[in-house]
């Protein structure tokens, strides 16, 4: 157990909607980090808060959004919801300092149909 | 830019074989951290190991053992006496260490089966 929660652990929904998968990072932790990991792009960075504050991005959508709350834990939102869309999303924790390894929560499954 | 290439993507071998996973990198930056994980079939990604650009000092974990050489931008792994439990997708990542934010490049992965 890496001390990373994310929830849902499975979502199903259809095209077009809009959902928010949540992540708490481990305690202590500043940074959190939302990956993508789908058959076609493997695992691909999207978007890193640290302390609130967004520290750099990826490839992420313009439909896609994300923030940390002042209790650090951060939510990913997405909208307009395509089937492509569909993978597995993972949160990670880092305590911000440069030489922290990220810990990887256990995935959030979105299936978009 | 920063570039991770797995070659091998699915290594099948019997139990207590060892297993050689490859990866080789490449990027412009000239200190920079190299990371193994694996994904086990239930799907969550566990950190295995870190290494620093500049430290090309063989590192060994029990079965687990890491060769890095610079020279050839390469950070190889072994599992020594593979076992069924090794079976998973390891991926190799790296992560430049003066860029800003902390982003992880993986590569593609590499599926080991171990059967026994």
């Known amino acids: 157990d890496s001390g990373v929660t994310q929830t849902p652990k499975h979502l199903i929904t259809a095209t077009g909607q809009r959902v928010t998968l949540r992540c708490s990072p481990r305690?202590?932790?500043?940074?959190v980090y939302w990956y993508q990991q789908s058959l076609d792009q493997g695992l691909q960075f999207l978007i890193q808060?640290?302390?609130?504050?967004?520290?750099a991005k990826g490839n992420i959508l313009e439909r896609f959004s994300a923030q940390q709350f002042p209790d650090l834990h951060s939510e990913l939102n997405l909208s307009s919801l395509e089937l492509g869309d569909s993978a597995l999303y993972f949160c990670?924790?880092?305590?911000?300092?440069?030489?922290?390894?990220?810990?990887f929560g256990p995935g959030t499954r979105l299936t978009v149909t | 830019a920063q570039k991770v290439t797995q070659a091998q993507t699915e290594i099948s071998v019997v139990e207590k074989e060892d297993v050689t996973l490859d990866c080789v990198y490449e990027t412009r930056d000239t200190t920079y951290y190299l990371f193994w994980y694996k994904q086990p079939p239930s799907g969550e990604l566990v950190f295995l190991i870190r290494r620093n650009s500049f430290d090309e000092q063989n590192e060994i974990s029990g079965r687990y053992s890491w060769n890095f050489q610079k020279s050839t931008s390469s950070f190889n792994f072994t599992i020594t006496a593979s076992q069924v439990v090794d079976s998973a997708v390891y991926f190799c990542a790296l992560r430049p260490i003066k860029a800003a934010g902390n982003k992880l490049t993986f590569g593609g992965g590499t599926r080991v089966l171990v059967k026994p």
């Open positions: 808060y640290y302390n609130g504050e967004e520290r």
């Open positions: 305690s202590g932790d500043l940074s």
């Open positions: 990670a924790s880092s305590g911000g300092g440069g030489g922290d390894e990220q810990y």
